[in-house]
C-alpha cells in the first residue's frame, strides 16, 4: 500500500484535450515531484516542490503546468499534448532538508498515471 | 553533464542463479540510492549507501559502494521469481541538484 496516491490510474486525451493529473501523499513528506517514466529511457525529473517553493525545471515544455497548493497536494495539468508525450506519469515525495532541491532522502512513488495521447 | 550508466540492460537469469547489476558514474558521487520497479509498479526504494567502500545486505542482496565513490553495484544471490523487476540506481547531482536515475537493469527469472 503507498502512501502516495495517484488519479487517474490511465487516461487517454486528444491532442487538443486539457486534463489534469492529481497526487496526494499521506506521509507528511515535505517535497513533492512529477517523473516522467517512457520506454526505453531513464526516469526523467519534470518539477520539484520543496518546501511547497517550486524549483524550476526549463527542460520541460510548457504544456505542462504543475500546481502544488499545499504540501500533500500535487497536479500536473495537462493541455495541447502531443502523441510523443506518451508516458508513465509518476508523482513522488520526500522528507528533504530546508534546502531546496536536496535529495538525499528516498523517494516513495504513487502507482503513477498511463498517459496515451492519441 | 553527470550521467549514470547502469549495465547489463537486460539479464535472464534460472532460478537459483545470481545476478549482479552495476552502477557507474562520470563523477565522484556523495551517496547512491537503489529502487526496484516491479512489472507494471513503480519505483520501490531498497537501500542507501553512502560511506566509501560501504556493503549492506538485505537477505539475499547485497549492495556495494565503490572505494572512489563512482561506482556501485547490487548483488542478488540464488535469485527468485520474485526478484523480477528492473532495478533502478539514483544519484544526487550537485550541478544540477536532482536526483538522476540510472537506466535501469531488467531483470527475467525463468523459473
Known amino acids: 500500500e503507498t502512501g502516495v496516491t495517484q488519479t487517474p490510474r490511465h487516461l487517454v486525451m486528444g491532442m487538443t484535450n486539457k486534463k489534469s493529473l492529481k497526487c496526494e501523499q499521506h506521509?507528511?513528506?515535505?517535497?513533492m515531484y512529477w517523473y516522467k517514466q517512457s520506454a526505453k529511457k531513464p526516469l526523467e525529473l519534470m518539477f520539484v516542490?520543496?518546501?511547497?517553493?517550486?524549483?524550476e525545471n526549463n527542460s520541460v515544455p510548457s504544456r505542462f503546468s504543475p500546481e502544488c497548493p499545499n504540501s500533500s497536494h500535487l497536479f500536473l495539468h495537462l493541455h495541447t499534448l502531443q502523441p510523443e508525450d506518451s508516458a508513465l506519469y509518476l508523482c513522488?515525495?520526500?522528507?528533504?532538508?530546508?534546502?531546496?532541491?536536496?535529495?538525499?532522502?528516498?523517494?516513495?512513488f504513487g502507482n503513477g498515471t498511463r498517459l496515451t495521447v492519441t | 553533464g553527470q550521467q549514470v550508466m547502469q549495465i547489463p540492460q537486460y539479464q535472464h537469469v534460472q532460478e537459483g542463479e545470481d545476478f549482479t547489476t552495476y552502477c557507474n558514474s562520470s563523477t565522484t558521487l556523495s551517496n547512491i540510492q537503489w529502487y526496484k520497479q516491479r512489472p507494471g509498479g513503480h519505483p520501490v526504494f531498497l537501500i542507501q549507501l553512502v560511506k566509501s567502500g560501504e556493503v549492506k545486505k538485505q537477505k539475499r542482496l547485497t549492495f556495494q559502494f565503490g572505494e572512489a565513490k563512482k561506482n556501485s553495484s547490487l548483488h542478488i544471490t540464488a535469485t527468485q521469481t520474485t526478484d523480477v523487476g528492473t532495478y533502478f540506481c539514483?544519484?544526487?547531482?550537485?550541478?544540477?541538484?536532482?536526483?538522476?536515475f540510472g537506466t535501469g537493469t531488467r531483470l527475467q527469472v525463468f523459473p
Open positions: 516542490y520543496s518546501l511547497e517553493e517550486r524549483v
Open positions: 506521509l507528511g513528506h515535505n517535497a
Open positions: 539514483a544519484v544526487y547531482s550537485y550541478n544540477t541538484d536532482k536526483l538522476i
Open positions: 513522488a515525495s520526500s522528507q528533504d532538508r530546508s534546502r531546496p532541491g536536496s535529495y538525499n532522502s528516498p523517494l516513495h
